[in-house]
């Protein structure tokens, strides 16, 4: 820090602003996702077609939300995350896929519907 303010003084008040302006797009996001949450109704699926228009990070957020409405625990990672967002972008009436949650569910997507259902309990320990 002390060499990019050698170039500029003014960088830490820059930067400054920057953290405040990303912390209010994501407060914003947040909100969004839970807004757009309530209107759909979104408790047991979730329209694609609905989320088709979100930026990536505002679709992420809801579909996170709408994950943890179902799943408990400290399952739900970024990553788990990442995979339903793949799953909810791929093109048109795409054929039947899933993403595993922990435990013995499952997201589904079912044509324009994503939905969790329950899977049958996995034998042998955990499924690599």
Known sequence: MPAL???NADAGTA??????????????TMALAEALLEAWGAEGSVDVRMLAPLPPPARQELLARWLRRSVTGRGLTSRIVLAV???????GRSACASVDLPGTTCVRRDGYHLSIVATAPRHGGPHP
């Open 5 to 7: 303010l050698d170039v």
């Open 15 to 28: 930067i400054v602003r920057a953290a405040e302006r990303s912390r209010g797009m994501r407060t914003a």
């Open 85 to 91: 967002d793949r799953l909810a972008v791929l093109p």
